[in-house]
Every structure is written in structure tokens, then in C-alpha cells.
């Protein structure tokens, strides 16, 4: 079985988060995917960054949505960094990337990058969102989808199924072995988030999962060996 290690955000945990300085870190460490989050500038653009709001990740206040991008880019986002757009990244590094979004306006403008760049080997579109999913999905004919979960019952299987997601990605702390179970009948691929931890990289290779989403890239280096 091949152990996927996926960055989240990059590093986080050692750089600033949904930075190019991170996801080019996450690279150079060995990790296999780099999982980033993508929001909608007030002029269209997918800008990089997890929360709504700028607050937390910079040196700015306010929504995403109320800037332009040429306003998001006067904003420090941690160490000098700035705010990427996704185009960026796809020029930045040579991995395989994991694109969070948030909405069904977001689907549509990553499908239109997606058909211009020709990304649907590259890239797999994640979301807590289903209808984000099947918007995507409708969008981009072949897109590989997953479905995110971090407060679920054994309803996420079902959710994914329907929305045509290949991949379940659930928070670990409340990852059950009846979740797992029923996530292999229907043949779904499942990674386990956040796996900062050797004792949480051991329950993920216990529960034979599919991948670890991590903040720190040591998780790549003892993940191929941790039973």
C-alpha cells in the first residue's frame, strides 16, 4: 500500500501556513501531496488561505472577500511572506496538490484553472462542502474529490458516495473502526488529519488508512516505518 504523507497548508507547523515558502518546504522534505485552502478575492482571484478572514494570518483585518487581490498582496502573511494565488503555487512546486474549498463559486472558478491548466492528474478538490463537490465534479469531467470531516457520524460515508467523492479525509480524534469499516465496503480511500504525533501515526498505520495529513514533515520520514 503506498503511505501518502500530505502536507497541510504546507508545514504549518515549521513555516507559515498556505505560503509559498511553506508548500516549497513540504516539497524539499519529501512529503508526497501539499493540502492548501482556496478563497475568492473581491475580483475573482483563488487566493491561498484557510480562514475567511485575513485576521489570523496576517498582518491585515477584514474578509478576504471585501479585497482585492492587489490589496491582499500588501499584506504580510507570516515572515515576509505574501498571500499566494493558487496559480502560483502550481508554478512553484512539482507535487501533487490537495485544493480545499469552501463553496460552489469557488468550484467554478478552480474548474476554469483546472481546464486551462489541465490538472485533473495534478490535483485532487477537497471540501467539508458536498455540493461544492458535485459542482466540481459537473464541472470537470474525471476530477478526483474528497469529502473532509471533523464532527461525522458513519453519514460521511454515505455523503461521499453520493457526492462522487473517491476519499474521505477525517479528523483522526474522532475516526472510529465502524467509520473505516464502512468507508472500505463502499471503496473509499480514506486519510486521517491532522497526525502530528508518533502515537497518532501509529493509530493511522494501525487502522491501515490511506494517508496522514500533517502539519510537521517528520511525519514523512517515520510514516513508511511506523507499525
Not at 8 to 21: I, Y
Not at 123 to 130: A, R
Request: charged letters at 30%; hydrophobic letters at 45%; one cysteine or more.
Amino acid at each position: 500500500m503506498n503511505f501518502l504523507t500530505i502536507g497541510h497548508r504546507g508545514v504549518m507547523g515549521v513555516e507559515p501556513e498556505n505560503t509559498l515558502r511553506s508548500f516549497v518546504a513540504a516539497e524539499h522534505a519529501g512529503l508526497d501531496v501539499v493540502e492548501l485552502d482556496l478563497h475568492l478575492s473581491k475580483d475573482g482571484a483563488l487566493v491561498v488561505m484557510h480562514d475567511p478572514e485575513v485576521d489570523r494570518t496576517t498582518d491585515g483585518t477584514g474578509p478576504i472577500a471585501d479585497r482585492t487581490l492587489a490589496e491582499l498582496r500588501t499584506l504580510d502573511a507570516g515572515r515576509g511572506e505574501r498571500v499566494p494565488v493558487f496559480e502560483e503555487v502550481l508554478d512553484a512546486l512539482r507535487l501533487p496538490l490537495q485544493a480545499e474549498i469552501k463553496d460552489v463559486q469557488a468550484a467554478r472558478a478552480l474548474a476554469a484553472v483546472m481546464h486551462e491548466r489541465d490538472l485533473v492528474d495534478r490535483v485532487e478538490v477537497s471540501s467539508f462542502h458536498d455540493e461544492a463537490l458535485v459542482e466540481i465534479a459537473r464541472l470537470v469531467p474525471g476530477v478526483r474529490t474528497a469529502l473532509i470531516g471533523s464532527r461525522y457520524g458513519l453519514d460521511i460515508v454515505d455523503r461521499a458516495v453520493r457526492a462522487g467523492a473517491a476519499t474521505v479525509c477525517l479528523n483522526l480524534r474522532r475516526l472510529t473502526l465502524e467509520t473505516v469499516e464502512e468507508a472500505r465496503k463502499r471503496d473509499l480511500r480514506i486519510i486521517g488529519w491532522v497526525v502530528n504525533t508518533q502515537e497518532q501515526l501509529r493509530l493511522v498505520r494501525a487502522l491501515e488508512l490511506d494517508g496522514a495529513t500533517t502539519d510537521y514533515p517528520e511525519i514523512r520520514r517515520t510514516g513508511r516505518f511506523t507499525a
